[in-house]
């Protein structure tokens, strides 16, 4: 509990190099802490955003020894896919992710990951099926229709894409309309 209120602090403080610092000090003394493994993964893999990615390879580490502590919790999976997907490592992002759904079905941002991956991979009707579970367990975010809209034009199926932008503006019209300047498809 001390363990836990002093990371607190430290954050609440703004003091997040500290946190991170103590952190690693309470590693050395419990290797195999998992609140410890996951906050520092948290914390490294957050250092890195928007960067080149020095911290995301330990924040990996960490979610992997964190995953031999855990193997069937889906957010650590899924937070281990993001942060593959983030260092390229898109194989290896991809199998995360597929892991995090087959544990949790209904974690709708692993199925959105999951078809960001596979549009990375260039494997868009696979990227398709993911979106598509996604926009199931989502259906008022406009991420994965967006995405799906991208694909549809990728394949060449225009109207499909059309089909989104007229869906999307009935809840999210400024998507709907970033969607028509894009793509000059859904009319005016």
């Known amino acids: 509990m001390l363990l836990r209120t002093q990371v607190f602090v430290y954050v609440l403080l703004g003091l997040r190099d500290q946190a991170i610092a103590y ?18 993964a948290h914390f490294l893999g957050q250092r890195d955003e928007g960067q080149a990615a020095p911290n995301r390879a330990e924040a990996i580490t960490l979610l992997r020894q964190a995953l031999g502590l855990q193997p069937n919790n889906a957010a650590l999976h899924f937070n281990l896919a ?6 390229g490592q898109l194989p290896d992002a991809e199998a995360a992710f597929r892991r995090a759904v087959a544990i949790d079905e209904k974690l709708d941002r692993a199925w959105y ?51 989104i932008i007229r869906h999307l503006q009935g809840f999210e019209p400024k998507v709907a309309n970033q969607l028509r300047r894009e793509t000059g498809l859904g009319g005016v």
């Open 113 to 163: 990951g999951l078809g960001l991956v596979l549009i990375r991979q260039r494997r868009l009707e696979e990227a398709l099926s993911a979106l598509q579970r996604n926009t199931v367990l989502q259906p008022m975010s406009p991420f994965a229709w967006y995405q799906m809209a991208r694909v549809h034009l990728d394949l060449n199926q225009p109207e499909q894409t059309e089909a």
């Open 82 to 87: 993001f942060l593959l997907e983030a260092q």
């Open 23 to 40: 952190l690693r000090q309470m590693r050395a003394v419990r290797p195999d802490d998992f609140f410890v493994l996951t906050t520092l």
